[in-house]
């Protein structure tokens, strides 16, 4: 198993960062990887949604079903890929607390990558922390700016 384990501050309130994170519908606009986000099913509190990427630099479209808990209680929330893809599985955790001037939010992922593979667990870790820090910074920006917006301009 490898780990991945980033974290950010986002100088918002805990309610604004939690709803713009786990509103998965609207995640093509907060993330700029993904051209769409379908949800396809609702069960209580778990959602199992559709991600599609935007093309890569060969024109290839990559696309997973995913399934995440939030419980606003605790503020975390647990995922998983149902579509693994390249990996034997893909675990997530994310972890939201409160901070000096906002909100920690924290993307913790465990993860194998399936051994026929041309790459392994090391290679696909970097990958992940480098775009997870890429859309950890867009997003801090993005829920940063709203919450400067008047309450009802969300």
């Known amino acids: 198993m490898t780990v991945t384990d980033n974290e950010i501050v986002i100088a ?3 309610d604004l960062v939690w709803e ?3 509103d998965v519908a609207s995640w093509p606009e907060l993330f700029s990887e993904y051209s769409a986000a379908e949800i396809l099913e609702r069960d ?3 959602v199992r949604f559709r ?3 935007h093309p890569d630099e060969n024109g290839q479209v990559w696309s997973w079903v995913s399934e995440r808990t939030p ?3 605790t503020r975390t929330v647990r995922a998983r ?3 693994t ?3 034997e599985y893909m675990n997530l955790f994310w972890e939201y607390a409160e901070a000096d001037g906002g909100v920690r939010m924290r993307w913790r992922q465990e993860f194998t990558v399936r051994p026929e593979l041309p790459f392994g667990d090391e290679a696909m870790a970097d990958r992940l922390n480098t775009n997870t820090r890429r859309e950890m910074a867009r997003i801090k920006q993005l829920v940063e700016a709203a ?3 008047p309450a009802g301009a969300r």
């Open 85 to 87: 893809g390249p990996f």
């Open 44 to 46: 209580g509190d778990t």
């Open 12 to 14: 918002a309130p805990m």
């Open 81 to 83: 890929r149902i579509e």
């Open 51 to 53: 991600l599609t990427l």
């Open 20 to 22: 713009m994170t786990n």
């Open 147 to 149: 919450a400067q917006q």
């Open 71 to 73: 419980d606003p209680v």
